[in-house]
Antibody
Framework: QEEVVESGGGSVKPGGSLRLSCAASGFIFRDHYMTWIRQAPGKGLEWVSYISSSSSYTDYADSVKGRFTISRDNAKDSVYLQMDRLRAEDTAVYYC????????????????WGKGTTVTVSS | DIQLTQSPSFLSASVGDRVTITCRASQDGSNYVAWYQQIPGEAPKLLIYAASTLQSGVPSRFSGSGSGTTFTLTISSLQPEDFAIYYCQQLNDYRLTFGGGTRVEIK
């Protein structure tokens, strides 16, 4: 059964840091892009970042670029999101999601979602 | 950046109704869109990808169509378990964008 499980959420003060982890199982992790999506309370879905299967390519939403870093360890079937200089507006449920893209990068969709981990940034 | 606008943002419908949700891109970009269903309190679930391909295990009452700047998700006969929020999503210039969501509630 294909599954991803997030951990590492919690409460932190503005300006602080947090590292989210995501453990995958049931599929060949090293073959897939991985994505972080977040959802602020009562709001819609927002893409945060993704990383290619070999870590050679990453990209970030403008709202987190320069503050968040995505990485992965294919030996541990895990992906991470290091979040620095956190702001109140980063408060959200963070989902780890498996990405699927075509050869030409014409499309990218997400088919295996975790249950999410909650990050609260507040003084 | 290309924006995705969903309409309506809210709709009230009855079990058995045919429901159509539209997702419009602010400019011509990818010809592909994905659709997700989110039941409040749960993680989203992939329904449709590449505009019209039904994800494995998703009931056939869900269908997707469209190209260019206009895409639609149709539920042919609304079931009680379909009351949820629906999001479209697209890849443009290597960036992922979601629509604002359409909440489908029971009339």
């Amino acid at each position: 059964q294909e599954e991803v499980v997030e951990s590492g959420g919690g409460s932190v003060k503005p300006g602080g840091s947090l590292r989210l982890s995501c453990a995958a199982s049931g599929f060949i992790f090293r073959d897939h892009y991985m994505t972080w999506i977040r959802q602020a309370p009562g709001k819609g879905l927002e893409w945060v970042s993704y990383i290619s299967s070999s870590s050679s390519y990453t990209d970030y939403a403008d709202s987190v670029k320069g503050r968040f870093t995505i990485s992965r360890d294919n030996a541990k079937d895990s992906v991470y999101l290091q979040m620095d200089r956190l702001r109140a507006e980063d408060t959200a449920v963070y989902y780890c999601v498996r990405g699927v893209r075509d050869s030409f990068f014409h499309y990218y969709f997400m088919d295996v979602w975790g249950k999410g981990t909650t990050v609260t940034v507040s003084s | 950046d290309i924006q995705l606008t969903q309409s309506p943002s809210f709709l009230s419908a009855s079990v058995g109704d045919r429901v159509t949700i539209t997702c419009r891109a602010s400019q011509d970009g990818s010809n592909y869109v994905a659709w997700y269903q989110q039941i409040p309190g749960e993680a989203p679930k992939l329904l449709i990808y590449a505009a019209s391909t039904l994800q494995s295990g998703v009931p056939s009452r869900f269908s997707g169509s469209g190209s260019g700047t206009t895409f639609t998700l149709t539920i042919s006969s609304l079931q009680p378990e379909d009351f949820a929020i629906y999001y479209c999503q697209q890849l443009n210039d290597y960036r992922l964008t979601f629509g604002g969501g359409t909440r489908v509630e029971i009339k």
